[in-house]
Each structure stands twice: as structure tokens, then as C-alpha cells.
């Protein structure tokens, strides 16, 4: 069986399309689809898990929700002063930009998410499903790139799907939220039958309602929480210290970020969904528990770009005390974008070939991977490259 | 079939058995024997490499060579200054330390290795031989960790078997030396039926000639060069930048050491070999040239503590160029002793196993690992627990 | 004049004398006293500082407040496990520490410190006073070692000694307290005639009714919080930014130590006096507002050992945006004690010299000096020394 | 007595006038003068230096030697490009970059140097004093900003002036050089009567004879190498140790850096005098040898930007041994550009007010000051505070 073109047809729909990761990952594909830069940072590129049959960037199409106005051709020019988009590739790339703002949605401010939720929740849908057929795709992938929301308090409603519906339906009469906007917004891509992505660490598809649902429709979702900075440094390094036995005492991070994401971190209540992410690669992957606090501290001064220092004490043979630190000097949104595009082909692949519900081969991708507890790096990827060589092969 | 007791006593005879290195491995075999310490960094005693046929830490018997007077106890009372011993356990292991100081012989230093290269090999061979014996020792494995030689010139007598015998046998009319020390070591090693690991980066079994000996002999190798510091981290770290499709461009490392190792490595020729075997993985890893020294310098002030700084720029997304430094703290021998042990217990569990010449799968502890290109630490990890599965299961 | 010996015997009353800067400072005393060990680290023992006319080593005698029970030779067998006391030296100095343990009072903890502050003052001075009649000392320098406080409600009785005289003599109808524990040692060493110094960030001397006590009394005091690690750093680095013109957007600092301090300042009411210390050189020595955060984690592997990591962005020629990082890793109490010695030896000689009130000229040692708002550390040192040089010449 | 501003119109001549740094400074000055920038960096512009009596930067005009013929527009653009020049800036002072290459005439490259050394010196002379005359200057500032070079042996003819113009007159029977190009440069400046300065480590007036010539014709000259990077914060941190009594075992450096300047510094010749002049401010400030190796390596990735890791080992009270390390990620250009200026403006207006000689006083630009031993930034800074405020009373 071969893939015709138009059956390749994708749509990216993402939670966020406004914000820098958004941004980024909009100019990059249409500067990767004509051939404008090389496809540095892009895993499904390489060599080792490219799949002919996956959406090639000419059969991409963007769109998404928002709470902002700025639009999309504004925030490269700001990326650009940055540092981030080279202005030859803003400027040509520019009329994807303006022809994607168009096809950008009002979406649901958390301030806003308590009200009539069901009803919000058919127009997301609604405006998934005209989007598929307008530009005719084969499919919808929904990623979230939206800020980082606050965890909400557990609920009833959040157990079973039919719980959920039904709490939907009625108003809440002590006048609470039954899902925070990232899980309205799961919940109108899997109802739309598009697989779904968190990039984020806000709530999202992780609810067993949610869960339950993916599986009725028959639809793959992965996440949590793109692993870019600090978390994959971790992920590299924790099987040195695990696979020596060497003993880990401490392991103490700070992050200095500027940006809107380190604004929106700065506030205390949404950094803790953050950095509970943070920290489960290192207690997950040694087994014991380890001393060590994870600072997110907004910089205005570092603009788009992001430091970590991670400072390690550990112990070896006969006691003895040593030390590691490093230092990461990163881009957060070059870091994130390619990844959301590699995303996006996965998920669309998985779905052609008929994967749904969670799909921890993606754990690679993510600092809180869901249904698995690997957080090896290089085990992530074997995983990944033997998903991707199924794909290939089932075809 | 059980393996009785009297069949595992092992004997361990270390090239450099007064060195650093050396000194912690007894001095920590002898308290993990009467766990006066735990097992940390150790990694054969992890429950995922456990292997019960593995000669225990009381089935082992510690002999060696070395060319320096200074015996056991007091090399254990100047590890005890620098930090590195503790002082109750030193005055614990002081009997063993002081009995196996009796069993070490007069080796041979690079000066000396010219002269008579088969008697002295003779000589070797016999020492080996009578150790075995004397302790009804199942077998003896040969580690050589004395100070790094500077590689010699090629010479046609490296290239086979026939051609090293006949050369050894009549003296050189150039007067030149057909093996450096360590080979000599190495080629007396496998002649008495010993297995052999090169602990050092020093040309010792890595010749065709000795490795056509290993063969005909039956008896397995490892080599070369213990992987403890910055290039441990570099081979944990260098899957994360491939894995992800960021382009390296630079990768500069510096490392200030004091202690035996660090005045023999502030040699310019005897520098080199380490410095090409600390290199080696960045260009084997990535598979394109990258930019970068590595220096080695010798600050006394810093005795048996090692300071690595390592210096990486990449490029993501869109050319975005970004940096990584880490810092590594680490107390060399402590470090390498455990290695030292587990070496062991591997090789004589592999030779009792019937496996002969180079063991790849042992890569998980080289720098430099023989027959094989493969320096990610985590596959490194996954071939070597694969491979104690085997030999656990084959019993 | 010629200074006679008896003239020179001078108490050192620390508060807080169980702690791990007391103890050192005591055991350091008596091994400088027996040439033990050279003076590293004590400035008026510097060629540039030294005055003949100061108490010496052997002229020193030493008691004080705790509010613990562990006795000082018991804390010396910690501080020598952690590393920092030489088992040698502490074995030498035993004798002077189990004397110098006998003279330490039960001080004032705060959770006491509001009841019947009158009474418990006259008990302090008593103490002191007793202490200089009893060994015939010609002073006592009473030195605040203490756990830091929290800061205190400001109040009416700190403005004006007769508002606090007045306060302290009737209970407060509201059950607050008048003064916290350090301004109590405070109040009670001027009163009993005692130079003194905050090496602490809490409130101690720092408040105008106190101020009023000392000029009263003609006895000279100084403060706060010893600068010993990244704060010295900092005081070292900021001149370099302010006299070549480079803008300063950014100084962030995370601060990880072990040790009673450390457990002491994971407190959060704790650590606001510590974190306000410390950035005050940075605004003032700059004049603009600087973005970043300073934290102070508790990691309890680090023992008696701080690790600091100061991450500084900054602004040159043409708006390029630059960065420097420093990564510190002291022993806060080898750093802090010899420093407490030679505040006791220069408020002595200060105060024999005529001198009282706030001594602006002892600036060098402190993060948030009094009566001054110099943080260079050049600087600092300069006045310093023609201090000690009028002290020298005034004779 | 005011000066007309027709008295203040002064002559930069940059050798090197095509380099990073001339052309950061030839257009930072036209940015200044058109208030493009603020004056960050600018030391000759803050509160404390400024003196209205030196030149503004509406009274500069530039000019040079060079031996590369790439224009100043085209190195403008490629300094654009590397990030160091904002593109607006670079538009606007297009023309002035234009006009000024224009005025840079052909210098001596280090292998025609030996030619004609007296021939070659009047045709440099002759240059300067039309520059001077052409444009109706009141003086013309010499500045070496070109490559460094490596030290030449030390000659008879560099001892006095005699020596030296006997030596010049005559051709060298040996084919030998008298002076290196850095030399020649100084040597007609000086003749011209033109205030000089090395920027570089090369030997420019740092001869007997040339110091003998200055004198004579009543110039004042400064140097040598700018001090700008790793020196910087070393002469910052430097006075911590020792003014706290702290003995510094080891001080190691590793710079990292692309550019010009440093593939010119991957030349094992040049890097020497580069090296010496870094480890000065070491043994000169602490007084005793310590430990430690300088490495500069060409990294090509960093481009003009450089990285430097130092990592300090001392001691402390009790022999506790501590470290410090930092790393510096500066552009070089930007640093050093606005120190030219400041340079050339201190110079022309010590000229003006009748110093001639060294100027020990201007040592806080220099990593290696002339007739100065001091150090210490703050204390240099200070100097340089009370020069100039002299200059301005001298009035
Ligand atoms: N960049 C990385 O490396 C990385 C890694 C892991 C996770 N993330 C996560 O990705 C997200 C995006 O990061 P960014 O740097 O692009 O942030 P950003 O602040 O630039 O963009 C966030 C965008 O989300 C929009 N938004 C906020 N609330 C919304 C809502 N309820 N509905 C729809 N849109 C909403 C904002 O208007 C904004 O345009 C963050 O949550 C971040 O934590 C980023
Ligand atoms: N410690 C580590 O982490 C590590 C890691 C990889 C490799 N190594 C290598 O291990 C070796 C030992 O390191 P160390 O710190 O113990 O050094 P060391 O200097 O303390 O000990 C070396 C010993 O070898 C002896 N020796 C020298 N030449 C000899 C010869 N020809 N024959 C026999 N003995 C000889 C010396 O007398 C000395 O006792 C070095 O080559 C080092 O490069 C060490
Ligand atoms: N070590 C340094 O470099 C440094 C630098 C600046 C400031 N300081 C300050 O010095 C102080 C001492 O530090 P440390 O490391 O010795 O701490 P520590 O915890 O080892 O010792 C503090 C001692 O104070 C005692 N104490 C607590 N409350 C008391 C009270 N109300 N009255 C009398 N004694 C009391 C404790 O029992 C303990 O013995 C801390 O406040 C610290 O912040 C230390
Ligand atoms: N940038 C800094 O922070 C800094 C600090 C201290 C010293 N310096 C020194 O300043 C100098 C210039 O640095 P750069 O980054 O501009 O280097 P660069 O390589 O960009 O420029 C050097 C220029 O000198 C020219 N040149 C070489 N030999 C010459 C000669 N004999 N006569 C005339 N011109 C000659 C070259 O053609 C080139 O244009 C170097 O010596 C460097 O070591 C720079
Ligand atoms: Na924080
Ligand atoms: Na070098």
C-alpha cells in the first residue's frame, strides 16, 4: 500500500500557537520545508528514525488556539531580536506566518475555564473538525505549548469518564471548576479523534477520565512536559551514576530563565507543576531518596535564553566524597520546537497505524513520561527507534 | 554442577601493585571482605550484574610487580593523608596490606625493558606460574595498572605471533626494544594461561601479536584505559547531543590533577596516549571532526583529587548556538579501585567460562574499549548485564 | 609607655560558644598560641596589620553563652570527622578546650528570651563581669557566634535607650518581647563595659537605643554578619563591574551548606535577615537596582562545607550582554574563625585606645557593615590598615 | 583658560586599524558622538573620570596601519554578523567607517620588518605628522591594537637611544632584526612626538632605548596588553587572598576563543607573550610561586566571543584546603574597544598637560602596567580617580 499525498495531509493544531515554542516551531517547518536551514535538533530526521511514511513538512498545516493578540508575523520579529529566528529566515518565511495567524482561534484563559464547560468544549471541537475538512487532512495532531498551568485540586469527576461527562454537564454548585483549560482542551481533541500531545507539565490528557476516553476513540496521546534543558542533562547523567553504584547524597538545581515562560513561572503556583517534573527522573532512576532543591528564578536580563546550574555530591568507594556541576546555556524554544514537530509526525504516524492511548515509547520527548517509569536517556531512544522501525516495518 | 570453594579462589596480580590505584583495591577488597565498607562503586556487587559464580571477595588472593621500594602499608598511610583512606579502616587492613606487600616482585621499568626481553619474560611467566601454584589459586588475572607508558613506534614485530617470538628471541641490532613493558607484561601474562586487562591507556595487550597469543591460548583480555572521570561523564553525555540531532561543534576539556598519575602525566610523551584515548569516544561517538584540546596538568596542590572542566558549544534549531561546561570532582583512585575489582571477578568468571581474546562487552569500563566502537554508557551498561545474564545462565 | 603583660590578658566571651565557629576559634587559638599552625587566614597577623601593641595568642582567655549541652571537646570530635579540625591539633588542644568548656554559661534562647528581659540581663552582665574579675582580665570583647534569629517587629523601645530602659523594666501588656536574644547579649555586654561585634546577621547591637549605650559607656562595637564566602566574592567583583562602566542587569546566587548553620538558616523566617545581608553590597556598591535571587539550601551531605554558585549578566560596549559565573567551596568556619579572633584582638586594642561607638573602619569583615556603606573590599582593607597603623602610632 | 575647541581636535592612529578592536572603537566613537549608544564600558565618561578638559568624541578623528586590505565596512559587517555590531548601529556609521579607511595606510608586516628599519621609520613618521597636519590636529595618539607578536631576543641596540639609532642606520651583518614591526611603530611615534600606548603584549616602547626617546621628545606612553578578560577578574580577586591572609596554592586558566586574535594566539610563538603577561598579576601580587598552567586555545565555534575557566586551589586557617572557579564569557571586543578610546583621550590630555614617560597611573587598563607593580583593580582605579582629577585642577 502506498500513502498518497493528500492522504499525508497533517494538521498541527497548538494549545499556545502564539507563545515562543509556537512561534518557532511554525517558522522553522516552513523554513525546513524550503530548505532554508538544515534540520539541526529534529530527531525524526535523523538518519536512525527517519519513516518515509511519516507527514513530510510540505504536508504540514498550522493552527491553534490562543489568549493573546499579538500576532504570529509580531512575535517572530521579537524572537528575532532575541536572537533566536535569523532575520533572512523571518523574512521569508513571513506569509506562512501572517496565513497561520488567520487560522488562530480565541481560546479558553483559565480564568475563564469555569464557565459552561461542556459548551466551551463543543466549540473547541467543533473548530478542530471544521479546520480537518476545510484543508482536507488526514488528521488533526493537538499539542499543548500553552503556559504552564497550575495543578488543579483532585475531583470526583476527574476518575471515570462517565463521572466526567456528566459532571460536565451540570453546573458545579459550589461554583468550582470541574477540568482546567489543558484538559477542556484534551478532552475536545480526543472527543474530535486527534491524537494529543502535552508538552507542557499542566494537567492536560494525564486524567483517567481522559484516559478512558483516548481509548473509545481509539487515539494516541503521549507527554508530559518537554524535556529540553536541566531534565535531559538528568537523564543522560543519572545512568553514570546508577549504573557505576555510585551514591548520590544531593542534587541541587537552579534555573535562571527570562522569556514568558519565566514570568508565568515566576508565580509560585504554577513553578510547583513544573518542578515536581523536574525532580521525578532523579528519585525515579536511583531508587532512594535524594537531598536537593530545584530554583526557577525569572531573569528578565536572559530574554529567550535559560542557565541551569546543577550541582551533584556523591559518593564512591571507601566513602569518599566527590562532586559534579554543570552548567547549561540553552534556547529554550530552538530546544522545544523541532521536538514539537517530531512529535506531531509520531503521533500522526501512530494514529495511521492505529496506536491509541498513551504511548510511553514517546518517553524520550518528555521529563515526566507517561506509562513508564525509564528515564535513560539512551534507553528512551532505543525504545523509540524500535517503535519507529515497527511503524516502518507494518506497513 | 556446583562451583566448590578451592575452584574460586582467584589470585589478582596487579602491574604497579604499589600505585594509588593498586593500594585502594587491596586495602578495599580486604574491608569489603570483613564489610567494614559498603559495596559503593563497585558494580559487580549491583543486583542487576550479581553473579554468584563470580569468585567472592574472599576467595581473593592480591600479588604484583612493581619497581618502587615504598611497600603497602606505608603507600596506605599516605592515602590516608590525602584523604582517601579512612583511618580505621587502614589500621584494619594493615595485616593484609603488609602480606601482600611480601608477594610483590621486582617488575620492569621502561629503562630496563630493553635487555633480554624473552628471559625477562621467562622470568615474569615463572613468577605468575609459582603464585598460582603456591596458593592452589583456580586461576591468576593480570591487571596492569602501573604508570602510563609513552607508545612506542610500530614495529613489524608487533604484526604477528611468530614474527614477536622470533624477534624476542635474538637481540635487536639497532639496539632497539621489541616490547614496551607493559606488552612484556601482557605477553607474559597470556603465555602462563592468565587473563589480562590494560588498565591504563599504555600499549600492553593492544598489539595483533598478543592478540593471536590470547587466541591460541584460550585465555580472554580487556583493555584499555579505565573510564572514572571526565571521560566517563563525556560517554554519558555524548548520546544526548547525537540522540537529539544537535550538531557539536567544540568540546575542550582541562584536568588538573595531583598525586603519582599526575606527575607521570605532566611527561609530554607519556600525556599522549591519554590524551588520545580521552578523545577518542567524541569523535567515535558523533561521527564528524570536532573542534578542541584536552589538557592534563599537574598541580601538586591538589593531590589525589582530580578537577575536570569541560567545555561544549552545539548548535540547535535555526543555527542557535549554545553551551555546556560541567565540572567534575572526583578522587581518582577511589574512583578506579572498585573498577580494578570488578575487572577481576569478571575476567576469571569469564575464563572459567571458556571465553578467549577480547572481550567487547567489557567496554562499559575503557576509555579505549578493544574490539569494539560502541562508548555510550547506558548500551555499554545493557551488553555487559546481557553478558553476565549469559555466563550465570550458561553455568 | 610599655604595655605590661597583665595589662594585655583580654577575655573573648563568644555567644554561641558551642558552635562550629567557637569551637574552631578556640582550638585555632590555642594551636597558634603553641605555633601548631602558621596563622593562615588571621589578618592582624598579616605584616600590614600586625601591631605589637594588640593581646596575643597566649594572652587570649576564652568563655561564653550556649544554649546547648554538647560540650566542646565532643564538638571538636565532629568538626574533626567533618574535616576541618586536624585529629593532631585536636588531640593537642583537648586540655584547653574542656577548660574553656567550664566557663560557658546557659544563655538565652529565644523562645525564653520574653521573660523578664531585666532580670535575665543582670544575670548576663553579672556573668561577664565575674568572668574579667576572676582571671584579671584588663577587658572582655564579647563576639555574637549564634544561630541567626529571625528579625524582629520594629518598636518604640529600640528608638532611645530610655524608651528601652523604661520597656525592659515593665512586662509588656501584650506579651511581645522587648529585645531578641542577641540585642539582650548585646545590651548586657555595653552595659558591663564590653567591646562588642555581631559576626551574625541578627538584630544584636544594630538599634539606635543601643547605639545610645555604647556612646554612653565609651565602648566601641561592630558588625554584622561575618563576610566570609560568596558575599566576599561578591565585595572582591563589584568594583571591577562599577569602575570599568559595565552594567550589571543580573547577580543571582545559590547558596548550599550543611552544618548547624545550614539547618539553622532552612528556616525561612531564619534566612530573610541572611539573604538581606548579603545582597545589600551589591544594590549599594552599584546605586541601580540589580535583578536575581539569592537562596540558601540546607543539603546536609555537605557537612561543614559550602558550595556558592553566582551566575552575574552584564551589559558592555554596544549593549553585548556577557556573562561570568563563580562556583565557591569554602569551610565556613576555617573562614569565619580566624576572623573572630582578630575582631577580638582589634576591638580590644580599639578600646584601649580610647575608641567607642560603631567602628566603620572594621567594615572588612562584615557583609552589612555598620556606620558605612564601602563594600569594596580594596577599599575596606586600605582603611583597615590606617586604623591599625594610628592605633600603632597613637601610642 | 578654556580650550578652543579647535585645540581639542585629536588623531587616533590605530596599528592594527582593521582588527575586531579598531573597528569596534572606530565605530562605537561615531556611535557615541551621535549619541547611537550609551557610553557603557566607557571608563572616561563616568561620573568620577570625567574631565572636561580631554578630548569629546566629536573632536576624534581616525587613522592607521594595517596589512590586511579587507575595509573597514566589510570587517563592520562581519563583526555584525558575529553578533558584536547591532546592524542599526553598523548602517548609521557606514559612512564614517568608509571615510576613515580611507585614511589607513599600508604597515610593516613582521617579515618585511628587517628591511631598512631607518627607511621604514621615516616613511612612518612622515604618515603621522600629514595625518596631524592635514587635518589641523593638535595631537595624534598612537595605538598598537594589531596582532601580537612573538618577543624577539634581546639585542645590544635596545639598551639606549644611541645604540638603537646607530644600530638602525646600519644594516645587520648577521641579516639579524633590530626592532620587531610593534617597535618600529612605537619608535616613530615617538619621534613624531606622538602619545603612544601598546594594547597588546607585543614589546612596542617597552625598551630601554624607546623609554629613553619618550623622555627626550616630552611624551607620555602607557601599556602593555589590555586588560580585559581572565587578567581582569584576577586583579579583582587577586587582593581577596591575599588581604585575608589566604595562601593560594594553584591559579589555572583555560581560555577558550575563536577570532582574529585567537588563531593569531594558536601560534605556540605569539601565545608566550601573551601567557607571561596573564601570570604576572599572580606572583606579583601574592609575592610567593604558586601553581598552574595558562592555556589559550583557538576554538573556531566561539567566534569573537571567548570563554575562560579559572580554578583557584588555597588554603585556609587549619590548613583546610577550599577552591574557587569562574567562568568568564566575555566579547572581547566590546570590552576593548571602549578602553581605546578611554585610552587615547587620557593620553592626549596628559600630553596636553606636560607628562611625559610612563604613566604608571593608567596601569588599571593593563595587564601588565609599565613602571607599576600594583595589581590590585581597586587600587589602581583609585590612582587613576586622583590622576585624574589633577589633570582637571592643573587647569
Ligand atoms: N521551551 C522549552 O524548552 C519547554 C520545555 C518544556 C516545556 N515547555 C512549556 O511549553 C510552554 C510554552 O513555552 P513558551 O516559552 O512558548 O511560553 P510563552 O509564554 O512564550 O507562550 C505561551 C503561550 O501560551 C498562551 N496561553 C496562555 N494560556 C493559554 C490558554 N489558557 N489557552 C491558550 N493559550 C494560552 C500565551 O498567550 C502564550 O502565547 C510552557 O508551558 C513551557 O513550560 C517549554
Ligand atoms: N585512577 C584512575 O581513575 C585511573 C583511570 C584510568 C587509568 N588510570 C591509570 O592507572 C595507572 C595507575 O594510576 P595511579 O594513580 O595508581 O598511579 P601511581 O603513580 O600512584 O602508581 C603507579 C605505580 O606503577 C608503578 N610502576 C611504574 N612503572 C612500572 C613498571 N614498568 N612496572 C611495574 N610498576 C611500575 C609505580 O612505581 C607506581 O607504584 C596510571 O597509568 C593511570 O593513568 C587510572
Ligand atoms: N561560618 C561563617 O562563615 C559565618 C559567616 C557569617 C556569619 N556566620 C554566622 O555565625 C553563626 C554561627 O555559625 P555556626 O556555623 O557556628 O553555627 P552553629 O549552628 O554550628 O552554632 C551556633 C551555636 O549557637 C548556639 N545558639 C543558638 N541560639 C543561641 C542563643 N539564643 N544563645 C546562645 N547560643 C545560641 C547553638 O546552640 C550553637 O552552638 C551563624 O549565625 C552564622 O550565620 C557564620
Ligand atoms: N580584545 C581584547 O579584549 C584584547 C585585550 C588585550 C589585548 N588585545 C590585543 O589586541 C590585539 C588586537 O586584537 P583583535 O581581536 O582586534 O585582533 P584581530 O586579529 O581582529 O586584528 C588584528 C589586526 O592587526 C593587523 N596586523 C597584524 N600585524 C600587523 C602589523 N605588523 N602591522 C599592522 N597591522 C597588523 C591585522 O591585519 C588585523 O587587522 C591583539 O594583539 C590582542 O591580543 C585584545
Ligand atoms: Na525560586
Ligand atoms: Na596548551
Chains 1, 2, 3, 4 share one sequence.
Not at 502506498?2 to 515554542?21: C, H, N, Q
Not at 542533562?233 to 555510585?246: G, H, N, Q, T, W
Request: charged share 25%.
Amino acid at each position: 500500500m502506498t500513502t498518497s499525498d493528500s492522504e499525508k495531509r497533517t494538521g498541527i493544531w497548538l494549545i499556545g500557537a502564539r507563545g515562543s515554542v509556537a512561534t518557532t516551531a511554525i517558522a522553522g517547518a516552513a523554513a525546513l520545508r524550503d530548505r532554508l536551514i538544515p534540520p539541526t535538533g529534529c530527531v525524526t530526521e535523523s538518519p536512525e528514525l527517519l519513516d518515509e511514511g511519516m507527514p513530510g513538512f510540505d504536508d504540514l498545516v498550522f493552527a491553534g488556539h490562543d489568549i493573546t493578540e499579538t500576532p504570529l508575523p509580531k512575535r517572530a520579529e521579537q524572537l528575532e531580536v532575541a536572537g533566536i529566528l535569523p532575520r533572512g529566515v523571518r523574512e521569508l518565511v513571513h506569509t506562512d506566518l501572517a496565513a497561520t495567524d488567520q487560522r488562530i482561534r480565541r481560546g479558553v484563559a483559565p480564568e475563564e475555564a469555569g464557565h459552561d464547560q461542556l459548551e466551551t468544549a463543543e466549540r473547541l471541537i467543533e473548530q478542530l473538525c471544521s479546520f480537518r475538512e476545510l484543508y482536507g487532512l488526514s488528521r488533526v495532531v493537538v499539542i499543548n505549548v500553552a503556559a504552564t498551568e497550575a495543578h488543579p485540586p483532585a475531583r470526583s469527576e476527574h476518575t471515570g469518564l462517565e463521572e466526567l461527562e456528566h459532571g460536565l454537564r451540570r453546573s458545579d454548585p459550589d461554583g468550582g471548576t470541574v477540568l482546567p483549560p489543558s484538559s477542556l482542551y484534551a478532552y475536545a481533541a480526543l472527543r474530535a479523534g486527534c491524537p494529543y500531545a502535552d508538552f507542557t507539565p499542566s494537567t492536560g490528557v494525564r486524567l483517567p477520565a481522559l484516559d478512558e476516553l483516548a481509548a473509545r476513540r481509539g487515539v494516541p496521546y503521549a507527554g508530559s512536559d518537554g524535556k529540553t534543558g536541566e531534565t535531559l542533562v538528568k537523564s543522560a547523567l543519572l545512568p553514570m551514576f546508577s549504573s557505576r553504584a555510585l551514591h548520590v547524597h544531593s542534587w541541587s538545581g537552579t534555573n535562571l530563565l527570562g522569556g514568558g515562560d519565566g514570568r508565568n513561572l515566576a508565580d509560585p503556583d504554577n513553578v510547583t507543576s513544573k518542578t515536581t517534573s523536574k525532580q521525578r527522573a532523579v528519585h525515579e532512576s536511583l531508587g532512594y531518596p535524594v537531598d536537593g532543591e530545584v530554583h526557577i528564578d525569572y531573569v528578565s536580563a536572559l530574554g529567550e535564553w535559560k542557565t541551569a546550574w546543577d550541582h551533584i555530591s556523591f559518593e564512591g568507594f571507601l566513602g569518599n566524597r566527590m562532586t559534579m556541576q554543570f552548567t547549561w546555556q540553552g534556547c529554550d524554544s530552538a530546544l522545544a520546537a523541532p521536538l514539537v514537530l517530531d512529535l506531531a509526525r509520531l503521533l500522526a504516524r501512530a494514529h495511521e497505524r492505529g496506536h491509541s492511548g498513551p504511548l510511553p515509547q514517546l518517553g524520550f520527548f518528555f521529563k515526566d513520561p507517561v506509562a513508564s517509569d525509564e528515564h535513560r536517556l539512551v534507553a528512551q531512544f532505543e525504545t523509540l527507534r524500535t517503535f519507529v522501525r515497527r511503524l516502518r516495518e507494518e506497513q
